[in-house]
């Protein structure tokens, strides 16, 4: 089945300092990525996603690179800001059933 | 339009007690999943059902067990809980034939304790 591992664990960056989280995925299958940010004790929401015909999208302060023939996509915030202090969680899905495979999470503390 | 919900949201049981978890969804959508979380961990997949009355086997299956009698509902049982199963449960749903969005909405979450 899919694989996804995610790094860092954690990252700790200066509030309007840009944060970067990478994510590799085994199956070549796969064809949606999405990225979920969860806060403490509330659900994972959804904050973007790819699919594997794109190769970069963005949403305002928040990019996401997908290289298929590596089999890794990566997490871009610039100008952090103390309200983004989460933790990240990436995913992966061959889009059977959307059935998600995700990281291990990384949680990221912006420092005012 | 609540989304989707889960109860309990909070339940601590003795090691083979059983309950069961009830997750409900009002956007008509046709794939719902069981996911676990728990500490400093990724969601694992339990269960998820592609419609009515179909369920599949994900990631982390045994001691669970999930019924999809009625589209909008899915439920989670646990027959002789253990303390293994101490966890965060998230239900999710997606897919809506409706609109065709593919986006997989999460609840809120069931705290569960096993003691």
């Known amino acids: 089945g899919e694989n996804v591992e995610q790094h860092p664990s954690t990252l700790s960056v200066q509030e309007g300092d840009s944060a970067v989280i990478k994510c590799t995925y085994s199956d070549s299958a796969s064809n949606y990525f999405p990225w979920y940010k969860q806060e403490l004790g509330k659900r994972p929401q959804l904050i973007i996603d790819?699919?594997?015909?794109?190769g970069e999208k963005k949403d305002q302060r928040i990019a996401v690179t997908l290289n298929k023939t590596a089999k890794h996509f990566s997490l871009h915030i610039t100008e952090t800001q103390p309200e983004d202090s989460a933790v990240y969680f990436c995913a992966a899905s061959t889009g059977a059933g959307n059935k998600l495979t995700f990281g291990g999470g990384t949680r990221v503390l912006v420092k005012p | 339009n609540a989304g989707v919900t889960q109860t309990p949201k909070f339940r601590v049981l003795k090691t083979g007690q059983s309950m069961t978890l009830l997750c409900a969804q009002d956007?008509?959508?046709?794939?719902m999943y069981w996911y676990r979380q728990d500490p400093g961990m990724g969601l694992r997949l339990i269960h998820y059902?592609?419609?009515?009355?179909?369920?599949a086997k994900g990631e982390v299956p045994d001691g669970y067990n999930v019924s999809r009698l009625k589209k909008q509902n899915f439920l989670l049982g646990l027959e002789s809980a253990a303390p293994s199963q101490t966890s965060v449960y998230f239900c999710?749903?997606?897919?809506?034939?409706?609109?065709?969005?593919?986006?997989?909405?999460f609840g809120e979450g069931s705290w569960l304790t096993v003691v």
């Open positions: 790819i699919r594997s015909n794109v």
């Open positions: 059902s592609v419609g009515e009355g179909t369920t």
């Open positions: 956007m008509n959508h046709e794939y």
């Open positions: 999710a749903s997606s897919y809506s034939p409706d609109s065709s969005e593919n986006t997989i909405y």
